[in-house]
């Protein structure tokens, strides 16, 4: 069993930063491909960017790619997705997620529906 608690959501405005933090509580966390989805009034359910279990393999939707950043620190059981350059276009409820457990998880896929734990989520706003 794995519990994910997100934190760092907020708001910002567009150009500005945010990070989200994600600390799961259980063993062998290196044992999960992670996952940040979003769910938004435009695109509905979607995964921005995910990282296998090592962080040498990395997802990022086309939306996102090249302004957020995903990292994880195994030693601390958390996963990070570091915001720049924000759009109100990304406003909405951020998840973390966790697929797994498996040895040296790689990221496998980016279907919600394959992933296992889930946070409560944390709300972004991005005002213009």
């Known amino acids: 069993q794995l519990q994910l608690v997100e934190s760092g959501g907020g708001s910002a405005q567009t150009g500005g930063s945010l990070r989200l933090s994600c600390v799961a509580s259980g063993r062998a966390f290196d044992n999960y491909a992670m996952a940040w989805f979003r769910q938004t009034a435009e695109k509905g359910g979607e995964c921005v960017a995910g990282?296998?279990?090592?962080?040498?393999?990395?997802y990022y939707s086309r939306s996102v790619k090249g302004r957020f950043t995903i990292s994880r620190d195994n030693a601390k059981n958390a996963v990070y997705l570091q915001m720049n350059s924000l759009r109100p276009e990304d406003t909405g409820v951020y998840y973390c997620?966790?697929?797994?457990?498996?040895?040296?998880?790689?990221?496998?896929?980016?279907?919600?529906?394959?992933?296992?734990?889930w946070g409560q989520g944390t709300q972004v706003n991005v005002s213009s």
């Open positions: 990282t296998s279990w090592s962080g040498e393999s990395q």
């Open positions: 997620a966790a697929d797994g457990p498996r040895p040296r998880a790689l990221l496998v896929t980016t279907v919600s529906s394959e992933f296992d734990y």
